[in-house]
C-alpha cells in the first residue's frame, strides 16, 4: 500500500488518494445519458467513473451531483476564456505520479483497476484547474464579495495593530522555444533539448536576446515587475527557488518548451504589495470553498439540468 498523499492542484483544492496494489478487475460500465446540463450530456459511465473515484478517495458523495458540478464549472471556465490545455494536464498527471512514486504506467493500471479510468481522472484535473482560475478570476472582479482596495486594505490591516507587510517583487523574463501544434509530436524533443542548452547559459536578462538570434521561433518576451503574491501558480515555486541571474528549469507548455529567468527581485511594501500579502492570506481553503460553494449554486440556478 502505498503512502497517503495530499495532491495539491491549486489553492483551496485537493485530492488525497490512496492506492491498493491488490489486483481487482475493473468494473463493467454500461454507458447511457443519465443528464443533460445546458445542452452537455452526462453518461451513467461517467457517474460510476466518478463513484469509483469517491471510493478511491475513501469520501462519500453523490457521485452524480458531483458530475453536474463539475459539467457546470468547465462550461463556466469555457466562458470566461479559460482553456486547460493536454499538455498541461498531462503534466499535471505526471507530476501526481511522482509525488506518490509511480512511474505512469503503474498509475495509469491503478486508475484502470479501480474503474477510475486515467482519462475520468485526467478530466478531473482539467476542472479542477480551469475552476480554479475562475474562482480567481470572480475574486478579483469583486464578485466573491472580498475585494478591497489598497487603501481600504491597509487601512484594515493597520486598524488591528499589524504593521504593512512587504513582499517580494521579480523582474522576469520569459523564454518560449515555440513548437506549433502540427509539428509538437515531431520536434518536441528536439526543441527541448534547444531550450535546456540555452537555458544552461543563461547568466542574466542582458544577454538573452544575444543568444536566441541564431536559433529559430525563439520568443523572449520581458514580463516586468511581478509581486511573489501574483506569481503564475505553475510557475511560482520554480522562480521562488532560483536566485537572481538564473532560469526556472525548462517546462512543457500549450505553445512549445519555456523557462523563465530571474532578472532581479527587491522586497517593496507600497499599498499595491499590502494589497497582495493580505489577499493571498486571507485565501485559506475555507474561503475559497465558499466562494466555490456560492459560484456553483449561482451556476446551478440559471442552469437547464434535465435528468432521464
Avoid at 458531483?66 to 498527471?93: F, H, K, N, P
Avoid at 482560475?133 to 475585494?147: E, F, I, N, P, V
Amino acid at each position: 500500500m502505498l503512502s497517503m498523499r495530499k495532491y495539491l492542484f491549486s489553492a483551496g483544492f485537493a485530492l488525497l488518494v490512496a492506492f491498493s496494489t491488490t489486483a481487482v478487475t475493473p468494473p463493467a460500465f454500461a454507458t447511457e445519458i443519465k443528464y443533460v446540463v445546458n445542452n452537455i450530456p452526462i453518461t451513467t459511465g461517467d457517474i460510476q467513473h466518478r463513484a469509483a473515484f469517491l471510493r478511491l478517495q475513501h469520501r462519500k458523495g453523490d457521485a452524480g451531483q458531483e458530475m453536474i458540478d463539475q459539467t457546470l464549472r468547465l462550461a463556466e471556465a469555457r466562458r470566461l476564456g479559460i482553456r486547460i490545455s493536454d499538455a498541461q494536464v498531462d503534466a499535471a498527471y505526471q507530476r501526481f505520479a511522482t509525488s506518490n512514486k509511480m512511474p505512469l504506467k503503474q498509475l495509469d493500471g491503478a486508475m484502470a483497476q479501480s474503474g477510475v479510468t486515467k482519462e475520468h481522472f485526467k478530466e478531473f484535473i482539467r476542472a479542477q484547474m480551469a475552476w480554479n482560475q475562475a474562482l480567481t478570476a470572480r475574486s478579483r472582479s469583486g464578485d466573491g464579495g472580498g475585494a478591497m482596495s489598497e487603501q481600504d486594505l491597509v487601512k484594515r490591516m493597520l486598524e488591528k495593530g499589524g504593521s504593512k507587510p512587504s513582499a517580494t517583487e521579480y523582474m522576469l523574463q520569459q523564454v518560449i522555444f515555440v513548437v506549433p501544434a502540427a509539428e509538437r509530436s515531431a520536434t518536441l524533443a528536439k526543441r527541448k533539448r534547444e531550450a535546456d542548452a540555452m537555458r544552461a547559459r543563461f547568466n542574466g536578462c542582458n544577454t538573452t536576446r544575444e543568444f536566441a538570434k541564431g536559433l529559430i521561433d525563439v520568443t523572449v518576451r520581458d514580463l516586468g515587475r511581478v509581486l511573489a503574491p501574483q506569481l503564475p501558480a505553475d510557475w511560482a515555486e520554480q522562480i521562488k527557488a532560483t536566485k537572481v541571474g538564473g532560469a526556472t528549469t525548462t517546462r512543457e507548455t500549450d505553445r512549445g518548451v519555456e523557462f523563465i529567468g530571474i532578472c532581479s527581485s527587491r522586497e517593496v511594501s507600497d499599498d499595491k504589495a499590502a494589497q497582495m500579502v493580505f489577499q493571498s492570506e486571507g485565501s485559506s481553503d475555507k474561503n475559497a470553498d465558499e466562494l466555490s460553494k456560492k459560484y456553483v449554486e449561482e451556476l446551478r440556478k440559471k442552469a437547464r439540468i434535465i435528468e432521464r
